[in-house]
């Protein structure tokens, strides 16, 4: 039986590199396709050639959203999705043997500011303003691709956790620093998912040939921002956090948002993701509470302010 064979393109990020590890210690020979010098290719080398006889492509590219939604960096959001995909789309389109299965990501912010349902990939509706534009053409270029044989998969991700980096470090330095209430009125609510759990999910996809078009990768346990903000205290906050928690009204978060140069958006919008097509293929999260998962992520992460990259 011949090595699987797994193209990650975009594996430099956080959900990215933490894929690349996970599926080689499962065995597989992963190939990587980047911007950095520990890519296995770059964008400009011949792609079709590295996804010639594949098991599967696994795209992540896309510039970082935590930024100031200015005229330049917003191009740059798009067209790093959307320039990336239809790259991979013409390299796919180029092979004789092309992967039989290709999953993309998208974002569960896709669907409307929600606070009095959950959005499933049926009956979900989607919403409207920049971050959906971005993720409509992002699965518009997926959904285009002049590919056949190849099954496609939108990964419509909610806000991933685990140590080390990503979405959680901003909320545990503001826990850690005495801010970590809730942030607006705390009742948006916040559907996530466990880094370890989105490593499952793409593992499950590629071994079930029905699931295909959009996939919501959230567990079933969403929470409110203050009930999130809470439990970040208490596993991740420190002795600081014990003692106060000074919450964030929105105005604030806009002002501090334009400080550090990000969108307040990103915490303030209600995001609300059911993973109905994951739960209903027979998809069991590892951690699916949070309670659960960032008890997990205490045991790697260390004391004090953690960085932050911000775009």
């Not at 064979?5 to 933490?18: D, E, N, P, S, Y």
């Not at 911007?35 to 492509?57: I, V």
């Not at 921002?225 to 596993?235: K, P, S, T």
């Not at 106060?244 to 303030?268: K, M, Y």
């Amino acid at each position: 039986m011949s090595q699987e064979t797994i193209v990650i393109a975009g594996a430099g990020g956080f959900i990215g590199r933490h894929l690349t590890a996970r599926f080689r210690a499962e065995g597989a020979h992963v190939v990587t396709i980047g911007r950095g010098s520990d890519a296995t290719a770059g964008w400009d080398d011949n792609l079709a050639e590295l996804l010639e006889g594949s098991s599967a492509l696994i795209n992540l590219a896309g510039r970082s959203v935590s930024c100031r939604y200015t005229l330049r960096t917003a191009d740059e959001i798009f067209r790093s999705r959307t320039e990336t995909t239809k790259a991979l789309g013409r390299a796919l389109a180029d092979c004789s043997a092309p992967p039989p299965v290709w999953v993309n990501a998208s974002t569960g912010t896709i669907y409307r500011d929600a606070r009095d349902r959950p959005q499933d990939e049926t009956t979900g509706e989607l919403g409207t303003g920049f971050s959906v534009e971005v993720a409509r053409a992002w699965e518009h270029e997926l959904n285009a691709a002049p590919v056949t044989g190849v099954r496609r998969v939108a990964l419509r991700m909610s806000i991933v956790m685990g140590a080390h980096g990503g979405a959680l470090s901003p909320s545990i330095n503001l826990a850690r620093t005495g801010f970590g209430g809730r942030q607006g009125d705390g009742g948006q609510m916040l559907s996530w998912v466990h880094v370890d759990d989105v490593q499952r999910a793409i593992r499950h996809i590629l071994t079930h040939e029905q699931i295909e078009g959009p996939v919501n990768v959230a567990t079933r346990n969403p929470v409110t921002n203050d009930e999130f903000m809470d439990a970040v205290r208490r596993h991740l906050g420190g002795p600081v956090s014990a003692r106060a928690h000074v919450p964030l009204p929105a105005w604030s978060l806009r002002l501090g948002a334009r400080i550090i140069q990000t969108e307040a958006e990103l915490v303030l919008k209600s995001r609300w993701v059911d993973p109905a097509a994951l739960v209903d293929s027979g998809f069991e999260f590892a951690h699916p509470t949070l309670d659960d998962a960032l008890a997990q992520i205490a045991t790697e992460t260390p004391r004090g302010f953690l960085p932050v990259t911000l775009g």
